[in-house]
């Protein structure tokens, strides 16, 4: 395709003209590249682990997975016992998520994927994909965290679904052409970082005014926005992004990060299935409440050194 306003000598690599049809070429070289393929469905047969408890998590902590572990942590100190649940780590860099296991829990073979073994309809288990659904569904049958009254629940809903729509921006746009691409192209990187400094100050103007996200009650809204935007504010996504950003100056957006993440429930959910960082807070599997105190990757290197 071209263009006489846009000659190919300008394009980026130079003379770069688009095929007419495209084919797939292995191996860009940009981060991701080994499990990225144009085609779905499952590469390797592969069972998943099934653990004692109703809900049955897979997933790794990246803000799409902590959004979901988060709501977990938060219903149970919230007393929800039906809420109990086993993760499991999912190596998305080594491909677990093309086994034949996940891919029926997942079509779309992407974090987070959560099994209902024991859905409220006594039938038989329900598979869950898709953060804002697992979430939703959780919420729905705790009848917790998501208002029950229209206009409020309405208002959760607005920005739940504003996250999952705007964070590709953030994640897919802004922080792979920034952080990811193998090479840093102007255009892309200018596009979509004005792109996610609008989508901040959505947020800021929006914490102006409100406590929460969606108003006075803290809600799945809060959860899922918060492990995407939280860590942009506080310059922890993306290397020096923040800085590039200038993130901390959605003094609203910071202020609201920081109440968050104090929150005991915030701070467990977001250690579970986490398998990079500072070892006291990855918590490869959970299965119990008591493994954030003794299954952090912290202590089980200093009981193998003891045992060694
Ligand atoms: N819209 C999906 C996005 C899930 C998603 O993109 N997950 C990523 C990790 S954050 C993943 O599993 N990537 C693996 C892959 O692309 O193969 C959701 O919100 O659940």
């Known amino acids: 395709m071209t263009d006489e306003k846009f000659p190919p000598a300008n394009n980026f690599p130079a ?17 991701f590249a080994s499990i990225n393929r144009p085609t779905s469905g499952a590469q390797t047969e592969k069972p998943l682990p099934v653990g004692k408890h109703p809900l049955q998590l897979y997933s790794l902590a990246t803000p799409n997975g902590q959004k979901v572990s988060i709501l977990l942590e938060e219903l149970l100190a919230a007393g929800h016992t039906g809420a109990e649940y086993d993760a499991w780590l999912i190596k998305i860099g080594d491909g677990d998520q093309f ?9 779309n073979s992407k974090i987070p994927a959560l099994m209902d073994h024991a859905p409220k309809d006594g ?3 329900i598979r869950l994909f898709e953060s804002a659904s697992i979430m939703t569904y959780l919420a729905e049958k705790f009848g917790a965290f998501v208002p029950s009254e229209t206009r409020a629940r309405a208002e959760t809903l607005n920005w739940l679904f504003w996250q999952m729509g705007s964070a590709p921006f953030l994640g897919g746009g802004f922080g792979h052409f920034y952080a990811y691409a193998p090479i840093k192209i102007q ?3 200018d596009r979509y970082a004005m792109e996610v400094k609008r989508q901040l100050d959505v947020l800021d103007r929006q914490l102006a005014n409100n406590q929460f996200i969606a108003g006075s ?3 799945i809204a809060d959860m899922a926005i918060w492990p995407w935007y939280g860590k942009i504010v506080l310059g922890q996504a993306y ?3 923040g800085t590039f950003l200038d993130a901390a100056s959605y003094k609203n957006v910071l202020r609201w990060t920081n109440e968050i993440g104090a929150r005991p429930a915030v701070k467990r959910g977001s250690m579970v299935n986490k398998s990079f960082g500072e070892l006291s807070e990855q918590l490869h599997e ?7 105190d003794t299954k952090t990757q912290d ?10």
Request: proline letters at 9%; glycine letters at 14%; zero cysteines.
């Open 217 to 219: 009650d803290y809600t």
């Open 15 to 31: 003379g770069y003209v688009p095929p007419k049809v495209w084919t797939w070429e292995p191996g860009n070289g940009g981060a």
């Open 99 to 107: 086994g034949s296991g996940f891919v029926d829990v997942n079509p």
């Open 286 to 292: 959970r299965h119990d409440a008591s493994d954030f």
């Open 239 to 241: 290397g020096d992004a």
């Open 187 to 189: 255009y892309a990187i």
């Open 299 to 308: 202590k089980i290197a200093q009981s193998t050194q003891t045992t060694a």
């Open 123 to 125: 039938g038989q288990p």
